[in-house]
């Protein structure tokens, strides 16, 4: 038994090794070294705030040593697939096809962006010496409390959609449940989940009598949409009709 258990926690490191291994990387006017934090192993997408296709590994190093906000990679080989991560917890290892380096094992030796960047800005290389510092990603996600936020691409035109639990609602109508990431690094709005209940609203008008004479028939409809924000309780289920039948014209037609 003890053998089996050596045997399971050997093939473990094997998997998840780490590489203690010193890769340098010049491109851009940014001179870096970096070491392989895991092989084989690949971060959930818990967090991810950029998802860039069709680079190398090393530009991927390159993007999120650019960003002050950028705590760890996942870099995924089989579609040369570069995720940056707002932060680096590992959770639970998923075996994959991907390099996992932590931003603590990216060391920036050489930056275009002399004096730094804010945190949320980019440094972009712009001629042969010199750089500046762009907002290409909204940052400042919050998911609103009862409710969720869909989507975890962060960046300047990339959309993200509110929900809210069962039983909540966005607190106005008029909210759209979809915000996109505007080039100032702000989301065009946020959505905050409410309470919601339903009661009735008025009634309509009277339909048009059914006869002109000898008790015709007329009705009135009321539909349950009328929002109640808060703990009141509901009187009725959202999307029902209440009908209200009556009698009308009740004198007798003239005889002929």
């Not at 490191?13 to 940014?30: E, G, H, M």
């Amino acid at each position: 038994m003890f053998l089996k258990m050596m045997k399971c926690e050997l093939i473990s490191l094997l998997v998840f090794q780490t590489v203690i291994a010193a890769v340098n990387v010049n491109i851009n006017n940014f001179e870096l070294e970096y070491f392989v934090t895991y092989e084989n192993w690949c971060k959930s997408d818990k967090d991810r705030f950029q998802f860039i296709i069709g680079i190398s590994i090393e530009q991927c190093v390159v993007e999120c040593g650019a960003r002050g906000h950028c705590s760890s990679l996942n870099y995924r080989n089989q579609i040369n697939g570069c995720e940056l991560f707002l932060t680096s917890e590992t959770e639970q290892p998923i075996p994959g096809e991907c390099v996992y380096v932590k931003k603590d094992n990216i060391n920036v030796t050489k930056s275009p962006c002399q004096d730094g960047c804010a945190y949320g800005q980019v440094c972009e290389s712009t001629s042969s010496q010199g750089g500046m510092c762009k907002i290409k990603e909204c940052i400042n996600t919050t998911a609103p409390k009862n409710g969720a936020v869909l989507g975890n691409l962060r960046g300047v035109g990339n959309m993200i959609r509110y929900m809210c639990n069962p039983g909540y609602e966005p607190k106005n109508d008029g909210q759209k449940p979809v915000a996109e990431c505007l080039d100032n690094g702000q989301w065009s709005h946020v959505t905050e989940c409410v309470k919601t209940n339903y009661t009735w609203a008025s009634w309509s008008p009277w339909s048009t009598c059914s006869l002109s004479c000898d008790s015709g028939s007329q009705s009135r409809t009321r539909e349950c949409s009328l929002r109640i924000e808060g703990n009141g309780a509901s009187n009725c289920d959202k999307g029902d009709v209440d009908v209200d039948n009556s009698t009308c014209n009740n004198q007798s037609c003239p005889s002929k």
